[in-house]
């Protein structure tokens, strides 16, 4: 390893040092979330599942409604269709 070789190992030590730092930060972090009591996590999570699921059961009544308004719109378009076929073949 000659004198050349000194400043790319600076370099390179300037570059991972700050890396370093931000992955150890990070590591704590993990480590305190983890560590914390489950309670004040699981608190606001039941209560947006709550809210979710009330959310799917309304949307899942309003597409049954639309289901049944799609259903009774085509049954009355097939019935008047019937009604003018019936018409045009009797005149």
Do not use: C, W, Y
Not at 52 to 67: F, T
């Amino acid at each position: 390893m000659g004198p050349e070789a000194i400043p790319i190992v600076l370099g390179g030590i300037t570059l991972i040092t700050p890396i370093v730092f931000i992955l150890t930060k990070h590591q704590q972090k993990m480590a305190m979330i983890l560590n914390s009591s489950p309670s004040t996590i699981a608190a606001p999570t039941q209560s947006e599942i709550s809210a979710l699921k009330e959310l799917v059961h309304q949307q899942s009544i309003v597409i049954d409604n639309l289901a049944k308004s799609h259903e009774s719109l085509r049954s009355e378009l097939k019935a008047n269709q019937d009604l003018r076929e019936r018409i045009s073949t009797t005149t």
